[in-house]
């Protein structure tokens, strides 16, 4: 029998921003988030990644040009082997248009283009549930990637569900990047530590459900203004559950504030503008197209923001 040919897969996955958040996992479940989530698939900030054929028999992780031995990913494609029943070694060789891992999702959309593009490498078979299985390993919030638009991840199943496509209600998310380099605790020991010591963490879980109604609420009837202000909600909510931890876990740094009070101010002079923030310092600002230019020209005239930039609602994981 002849042994099966390989041929290159390549997929691009957007960053998802979560607009009610997911902060903590479900006990005892294999990386099951603890509360369902809601995002938003960006278009603009993304991760593009190559499998082939291995040149020897192990695996090889190229990042943004510079061999990594990153053990997680080594993991993910473990998985996939297993799952698929097909014993290759693969090279991969990706690229982040995002910073990594400063709390902009570059492991979402990192680990759903890994594990999307190895899947269709091992089987050229397009079984989502098994990918989604092995995407929410590499990391909880992954899932919500693979699909476009405004995406819903149920808590208990960890399903992935589209409540709205990018062409039925265009967003816009304004991002600005206010630190440089990686964050110091990552999402998952900030959420164990979060769960494992904060007196705030059991009102969150249970609080999160009327959170997750009223924006799917708000998605259905396209109410941008109910949809911003329980994001902005959620947002505190999570931080404020993290705070609430010992020793207190602080994402943010002096210029997160004042892109807050800028928002305010905005919002006062009848801008349609909210924000959200994540496992990072970084503001990225849920409004409507026409309005992103202004106010990415007033975060840029305050001078806060290292980066500022536009981004728009994306498709789900394309590949090539
Ligand atoms: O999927 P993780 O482990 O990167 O965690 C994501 C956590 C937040 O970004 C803070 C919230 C979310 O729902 O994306």
Same mark, same amino acid.
């Given at each position: @029998?002849?042994?099966?040919?390989?041929?290159? =897969?390549?997929?691009?996955a957007g960053v998802n921003i979560a607009l009610i958040?997911?902060?903590?996992?479900?006990?005892?479940?294999?990386?099951?988030?603890?509360?369902?989530?809601?995002?938003?698939?960006?278009? $603009?900030?993304?991760?593009?990644?190559?499998?082939?054929?291995?040149?020897?028999?192990?695996?090889?992780?190229?990042?943004?040009?510079?061999?990594?031995?990153?053990?997680?990913?080594?993991?993910?494609?473990?998985?996939?082997?297993?799952?698929?029943?097909? $014993?290759?070694? @693969?090279?991969?060789?990706?690229?982040?248009?995002?910073?990594?891992?400063?709390?902009?999702?570059?492991?979402?959309s990192g680990s759903a283009a890994l594990v999307t593009?190895?899947?269709?490498?091992?089987?050229?078979?397009?079984?989502?549930?098994?990918?989604?299985?092995?995407?929410?390993?590499?990391?909880?919030?992954?899932?919500?990637?693979?699909?476009?638009?405004?995406?819903?991840?149920?808590?208990?199943?960890?399903?992935?569900?589209?409540?709205?496509?990018?062409?039925?209600?265009?967003?816009? @998310?304004?991002?600005?990047?206010?630190?440089?380099?990686?964050?110091?605790?990552?999402?998952?020991?900030?959420?164990?530590?979060?769960?494992?010591?904060?007196?705030?963490?059991?009102?969150?879980?249970?609080?999160?459900?009327?959170?997750?109604?009223?924006?799917?609420?708000?998605?259905?009837?396209?109410?941008?203004?109910?949809?911003?202000?329980?994001?902005?909600?959620?947002?505190?909510?999570?931080?404020?559950?993290?705070?609430?931890?010992?020793?207190?876990?602080?994402?943010?740094?002096?210029?997160?504030?004042?892109?807050?009070?800028? =928002?305010?101010?905005?919002?006062?002079?009848?801008?349609?503008?909210?924000?959200? @923030?994540?496992?990072?310092?970084?503001?990225?600002?849920?409004?409507?197209?026409?309005?992103?230019?202004?106010?990415?020209?007033?975060?840029?005239?305050?001078?806060?923001?290292?980066?500022?930039?536009?981004?728009?609602?994306?498709?789900?994981?394309?590949?090539?």
């Amino acid at each position: @029998m002849s042994s099966p040919t390989f041929k290159p =897969v390549s997929v691009r996955a957007g960053v998802n921003i979560a607009l009610i958040k997911y902060w903590g996992k479900a006990k005892d479940q294999e990386n099951l988030p603890a509360v369902g989530s809601i995002s938003m698939t960006l278009r $603009d900030l993304f991760t593009q990644t190559r499998i082939s054929v291995s040149p020897d028999d192990s695996d090889h992780f190229e990042l943004n040009g510079i061999p990594t031995r990153d053990p997680r990913v080594f993991k993910l494609l473990d998985q996939v082997r297993t799952r698929a029943g097909i $014993d290759q070694p @693969m090279q991969v060789v990706s690229q982040n248009f995002v910073p990594t891992a400063s709390g902009l999702a570059s492991s979402a959309s990192g680990s759903a283009a890994l594990v999307t593009a190895a899947w269709k490498f091992l089987t050229d078979r397009d079984e989502w549930t098994e990918v989604i299985d092995i995407v929410r390993k590499g990391s909880g919030s992954a899932p919500r990637s693979l699909l476009g638009g405004l995406v819903e991840l149920d808590k208990a199943r960890g399903e992935i569900r589209q409540l709205s496509p990018p062409e039925a209600w265009p967003l816009s @998310m304004v991002v600005a990047q206010l630190s440089e380099g990686a964050k110091a605790t990552s999402s998952r020991h900030g959420m164990a530590h979060t769960r494992a010591t904060s007196i705030y963490y059991d009102a969150w879980v249970q609080a999160h459900p009327y959170d997750l109604a009223r924006a799917r609420e708000a998605i259905e009837r396209q109410d941008l203004e109910q949809l911003g202000t329980v994001m902005e909600s959620s947002t505190m909510r999570m931080h404020a559950c993290m705070l609430g931890a010992r020793p207190p876990l602080i994402y943010w740094n002096a210029r997160t504030l004042q892109v807050i009070e800028l =928002v305010h101010t905005l919002r006062k002079s009848g801008v349609g503008a909210w924000y959200t @923030m994540d496992a990072g310092p970084h503001v990225k600002i849920l409004c409507l197209p026409d309005d992103a230019h202004d106010i990415r020209h007033a975060i840029d005239a305050s001078g806060v923001s290292l980066k500022t930039t536009i981004d728009s609602m994306g498709d789900g994981v394309c590949v090539q």
